[in-house]
């Protein structure tokens, strides 16, 4: 069974950095799409970054700013998030579709992560 844990959230200042990880543990997967969301106080969740195949997308709000990458050695995904603004505060999850063995038959599987807060300062 794949299980996602999720890294790197923290307090910064207003114009830092952090780098999110969300690590997927397990055998017999490969990646097929991941996706960061961030849900603010009061807001819904919304999608951040995109990744499938060689295609990526972002929403307006943080384009040139973030950057989703995959390690696929490590089976890790990253949302390395430069010139924080206070208004990217939010808990950030990881969203993986995976090709993973399933009793026997491989199909795609959805998974999010537990969460982590990211708190941006002004």
């Known amino acids: 069974q794949v299980q996602l844990v999720e890294s790197g959230g923290g307090l910064v200042q207003a114009g830092g950095s952090l780098r999110l990880s969300c690590a997927a543990s397990?055998?017999?997967?490969?990646?097929?799409?991941m996706a960061w969301y961030r849900q603010a106080p009061g807001k819904q969740r919304e999608l951040v970054a995109r990744m499938s195949g060689n295609s990526t997308h972002y929403v307006d709000s943080v384009k040139g700013r973030f950057t989703i990458s995959v390690d696929n050695a490590k089976n890790t995904v990253y949302l390395q998030m430069n010139s924080l603004k206070p208004e990217d505060t939010a808990v950030y999850y990881c969203?993986?579709?995976?090709?993973?063995?399933?009793?026997?038959?491989?199909?795609?599987?959805?998974?999010w992560g537990q969460g982590t807060l990211v708190t941006v300062s002004s």
């Open positions: 969203n993986l579709v995976l090709l993973s063995l399933e009793a026997g038959d491989y199909r795609y599987i959805e998974l």
């Open positions: 397990g055998s017999d997967f490969s990646f097929d799409a």
